[in-house]
């Protein structure tokens, strides 16, 4: 059964290990990179991207659950895997039979996690999460001293790392508060040195992180929008820029298509789309977009998004519906069914950013990948 190239992404494995090796620069050769695929690879296509990935020598990779590093132990992936999210107490006999560290911050979790461990007769690895400042998942401060004394009871769990989150890194240049977690984590990495308890990862540093600051690369960091060529924020780049960081390059990864389905002509003074909701003002030549708020493309982008036809930006005209969408070709000449549409990415001489798109419909570029539906064929080009 061919491929329904309606629409479709595609992932340039050159703009993939560039982006690997940009991180890989900027850290000293000891530290470890964690490639973040949690999401669908942020909407990249998680088998697509941890098959190149592996091969390129991450030492790590980040999934938000079981699911998904079952499927890449299922792909031969035998690279460490943490599932960095919640992990069920049903689920923990997946990781223990196949080989998946997990992070952990409730007693319960430990407590079966050693039952599960001594029943199959291996050992298990745990990531402790510490609460420094987010206020989300975490072991909070005054409750880490009994936490360590529990988790160092437990003779069939190795902590394999103990990691943190900051809380607005990637949303502001003045990195105080960054600062103060970053002194709440090195606190609770003390407690655990003197209860003798060995970490072999220390994980706070994000991409933005990671970018801005060296002393928060620790044993490794975690690799994720940067993974795929997008910056974590404008701010990111205007600290990068202030910290004379010039040197550090991303490269989008992503390229989001479909195709044009008709071309017709309406007259003058006709409504377009559900709800009367454009009109044109002049004989006009419109395109059908099969692709809508389905496979991804935002509602929101009724009448105030654009797509790239042969080169020149046709703007959308009317509602986003489910599977399809409307644009303006009216000054594109040649326009023909199953030409090309570019929705997202760089044409030859004009480009649709994620952070353009994330600015039409309110939100940032981690949204408008990650949303591009999974059942889209992800193809890897070069």
């Not at 499927?71 to 035998?78: E, Q, W």
Request: with cysteine.
């Amino acid at each position: 059964m061919s491929i329904d190239k309606t629409c479709w992404v595609e992932i340039s494995k050159k703009a993939l290990t560039g982006n690997i090796d940009s991180m890989r620069a900027r850290l000293n050769p000891k530290v470890k990179i964690m490639a973040v695929v949690k999401a669908n690879a942020y909407g990249h296509g998680l088998l697509e991207v941890a098959k190149i990935a592996a091969e390129h020598g991450v030492d790590f990779f980040g999934v938000n659950n079981l699911d998904e590093a079952v499927r890449l132990r299922n792909i031969k992936i035998k690279t460490p895997i943490l599932a960095l999210g919640y992990t069920p107490l049903a689920n923990l006999k997946d990781a223990v039979n196949h080989d998946i560290s997990i992070v952990a911050y409730n007693a319960e979790t430990i407590n079966r996690l050693q039952e599960t461990a001594a029943k199959y007769k291996k050992n298990a690895r745990a990531h402790i999460k510490i609460e420094t400042g987010l206020n989300r998942q975490g072991v909070s401060p005054q409750d880490l001293p009994d936490f360590i004394k529990l988790v160092k009871s437990k003779k069939n769990i190795e902590i394999e790392g103990i990691s943190t989150h900051y809380a607005n890194i990637e949303d502001t240049t003045e990195h105080s508060y960054a600062r103060r977690q970053l002194e709440n984590f090195q606190q609770a990495y003390e407690l655990f040195q003197a209860a003798e308890v060995a970490v072999k990862y220390r994980h706070t540093a994000c991409t933005a992180a990671a970018i801005l600051f060296d002393n928060v690369h620790f044993e490794m960091i975690r690799l994720g929008i940067g993974l795929y060529g997008l910056w974590p924020s404008k701010e990111t780049k205007i600290s990068a820029y202030e910290r004379k960081i010039g040197d550090f390059n991303l490269t989008p990864v992503m390229k989001w298509k479909s195709i044009v389905a008709q071309v017709k002509s309406v007259e003058a003074n006709s409504y377009i789309g559900y709800g009367c909701s454009d009109f044109v003002t002049q004989n006009s030549r419109i395109a059908i977009i099969p692709t809508g708020y389905y496979d991804g493309y935002d509602r929101k982008l009724s009448n105030s998004g654009y797509v790239i036809i042969r080169g020149r930006r046709a703007p959308v005209l009317g509602r986003i519906c489910m599977n399809m969408f409307i644009v303006d070709v009216t000054n594109i000449e040649g326009v023909r069914p199953e030409d090309e549409v570019l929705l997202l990415g760089a044409a030859e001489d004009d480009a649709i950013s994620a952070e353009t798109l994330a600015s039409k419909i309110g939100t940032i570029n981690y949204e408008v990948v990650t949303r591009i539906n999974e059942s889209l064929p992800r193809i890897v080009t070069d």
